[in-house]
């Protein structure tokens, strides 16, 4: 492996296929090793946010996910019963969140994590992204000329060296050990065993609607599978085998003769807990390995997305000399804050805490995190951690705003290079840009939006917290890096100055 080229993933599921591709779609190749064959699959289901949709939208995969993926009202409610042929004792709703259109063009979807994995798995290889399954990291260390890992392959050793790591290995990683980073939280508190079986429950289904059912006969939870008849039943108790299985099945359902095929038992841990940092020199952390929470909430994939973008685009600027190593620190600024947050908050819908009462709505947390970092300049405000997407207007730090278009959305021009956004009044900052970036070798587009974009124009500089003359600069990842409310005395000096302090440039002029 080209050590001053690549990135060496450790981890095939989600959180290493998602930063795999991220990685080749800002053309940074890379390596993902998994030291399984084969990934296990799970009838667990991932809530994908509106942001998460638009990320996805992204890789060009939204299509696909809104088509075989569906409505989170589709879930239905959590029941609570004794068997599943009982009586009804309770039911709690599983509640979503609409996303009103003036804040992005999606709206949150449901899929199977499974599903998910395997579609990101499928761009991966498309985009050129190397994948070895059965290949297990045994050794990581550094030496003068970057990072060397020894591999078990096929029961071969062989040595790889990469110039950044990024371990995506779960929460027991094996990266995090060998950087050295400590983490925080109670780690691995319990474990759910399952069964997963095939059975026709429609006679207690009796033709309800439902996520799944706590069932108290047997101290466990139903939860549908994607294919018909499918199910997995959840208990804190190991459950048996053979027969045994069968009889629990039946005693869950309330059916005595019910005809049960026994597919698989699979182990899930829970562990809580949260590295005390995300980056360590030339190895970052990512998904379980960097924040492990419980699986109920299924709101993985929502936080691992951006958690992947935000990382790709750094090691892809770095890597082709664009920007210096400190901005890969910035990714640990950034996201692990958000990570802890997400952390206590699916111990809280777990039950396990009570909900923090700081924290502001969900489309706020969702869309409105504000980015305290050196890849941002400094907002002329002074705001919290949150700003609500419709009053945010473009400051420095949040997620750019969306504004309709005859194609779509600005947000289409977002999330591959830099773009410095300007109208027909602020030409000398986009020359100013394009120049500045080329001298950089910093890939930034600067479209004219009274001309490229004219629906947009008419109201982007109110969106954007600038007048007339202004300019605001969006990163990769679709975060607003900086903005002049109106012309410069010298956009020329300025935006370069921008560029070298975002980028971690230590030539800055």
């Given amino acids: 492996m080209d050590g001053n080229h690549r990135v060496l993933v450790v981890g095939g599921g989600l959180s290493g296929l998602a930063t795999a591709t991220f990685l080749a779609h800002y053309g940074a190749p890379c390596l993902l090793i998994e030291r399984r064959t084969t990934t296990p699959r799970t009838s667990r289901n991932e809530r994908l946010s509106a942001r998460a949709m638009e990320l996805l939208d992204g890789l060009g995969l939204r299509e696909a996910v809104s088509e075989t993926g569906f409505h989170p009202d589709a879930l239905g409610d959590m029941l609570r019963t004794d068997t599943l042929a009982g009586e009804e004792l309770g039911r709690t709703s599983q509640p979503w969140v609409p996303v009103p259109p003036e804040i992005s063009p999606f709206q949150p979807v449901c899929c199977n994590h499974t599903w998910l994995r395997d579609l990101l798995r499928q761009r991966a290889v498309e985009c050129g992204v190397e994948i070895w399954l059965g290949a297990e990291l045994t050794r990581l260390w550094q030496d003068t000329e970057g990072i060397v890992a020894t591999v078990r392959r096929a029961g071969e050793l062989i040595e790889a060296r990469a110039a950044y790591v990024v371990g995506a290995d779960g929460p027991h990683s094996t990266v995090r050990g060998r950087a050295g980073i400590e983490t925080e939280g109670p780690g691995?508190?319990?474990?759910?065993?399952?069964?997963?079986?095939?059975?026709?429950?429609?006679?207690?289904?009796?033709?309800?609607?439902?996520?799944?059912?706590?069932?108290?006969?047997?101290?466990?939870?139903?939860?549908?599978?994607?294919?018909?008849?499918?199910?997995?039943?959840?208990?804190?108790?190991?459950?048996?085998?053979?027969?045994?299985?069968?009889?629990?099945?039946?005693?869950?359902?309330g059916l005595p003769e019910l005809e049960v095929t026994v597919e698989d038992t699979f182990t899930l841990?829970?562990?809580?807990?949260?590295?005390?940092?995300?980056?360590?020199?030339?190895?970052?952390?990512?998904?379980?390995?960097?924040?492990?929470?419980?699986?109920?909430?299924?709101?993985?994939?929502?936080?691992?997305?951006?958690?992947?973008?935000?990382?790709?685009?750094?090691?892809?600027?770095?890597?082709?000399?664009a920007a210096g190593p400190a901005l890969l620190g910035t990714y640990d600024t950034?996201?692990?804050?958000?990570?802890?947050?997400?952390?206590?908050?699916?111990?809280?819908?777990?039950?396990?805490?009570?909900?923090?009462?700081?924290?502001?709505?969900?489309?706020?947390?969702?869309?409105?995190?504000v980015y305290r970092s050196t890849a941002?300049?400094?907002?002329?405000?002074?705001?919290?951690?949150?700003?609500?997407?419709?009053?945010?207007?473009?400051?420095?730090?949040?997620?750019?705003?969306?504004?309709?278009?005859?194609?779509?959305?600005i947000l289409d021009l977002f999330g591959r290079t830099f773009v410095c956004l300007t109208d027909s009044d602020s030409q000398r900052w986009a020359s100013a840009a394009e120049e500045a970036a080329a001298r950089l070798g910093v890939p930034l587009t600067a479209p004219r939006l009274d001309t490229d974009l004219p629906q947009a124009?008419?109201?982007?500089?109110?969106?954007?917290?600038?007048?007339?003359?202004?300019?605001?600069?969006?990163?990769?990842?679709?975060?607003?890096?900086?903005?002049?409310?109106?012309?410069?005395?010298?956009?020329?000096?300025?935006?370069?100055?921008?560029?070298?302090r975002i980028l971690s440039r230590g030539d800055q002029s």
């Fill in 188 to 253: 691995t508190i319990a474990h759910q065993y399952g069964v997963r079986f095939r059975a026709d429950l429609s006679g207690a289904i009796r033709g309800r609607h439902f996520a799944g059912a706590h069932l108290d006969r047997v101290g466990g939870i139903l939860l549908a599978e994607t294919e018909p008849d499918m199910w997995s039943l959840i208990r804190p108790v190991a459950p048996g085998h053979g027969p045994d299985l069968a009889e629990l099945i039946r005693t869950a359902a």
């Fill in 269 to 321: 841990p829970i562990t809580l807990l949260n590295a005390d940092r995300y980056t360590q020199d030339n190895v970052a952390l990512i998904g379980d390995a960097a924040c492990s929470m419980p699986p109920t909430p299924g709101m993985h994939a929502s936080t691992v997305l951006p958690d992947a973008q935000n990382l790709a685009w750094k090691l892809a600027l770095i890597l082709a000399g």
């Fill in 334 to 369: 950034e996201r692990r804050p958000l990570g802890q947050i997400a952390l206590t908050d699916a111990i809280a819908r777990v039950g396990m805490i009570s909900p923090a009462e700081d924290l502001p709505d969900r489309i706020t947390q969702e869309f409105g995190a």
């Fill in 376 to 409: 941002v300049m400094p907002a002329e405000e002074a705001p919290g951690d949150f700003a609500h997407p419709l009053v945010s207007a473009g400051l420095p730090g949040t997620r750019a705003p969306h504004l309709e278009t005859r194609a779509g959305s």
């Fill in 457 to 500: 124009a008419r109201s982007w500089a109110k969106a954007y917290g600038v007048t007339t003359g202004g300019a605001a600069l969006i990163r990769p990842d679709g975060v607003v890096a900086w903005r002049a409310p109106a012309m410069g005395s010298s956009p020329e000096r300025e935006i370069e100055h921008v560029l070298r």
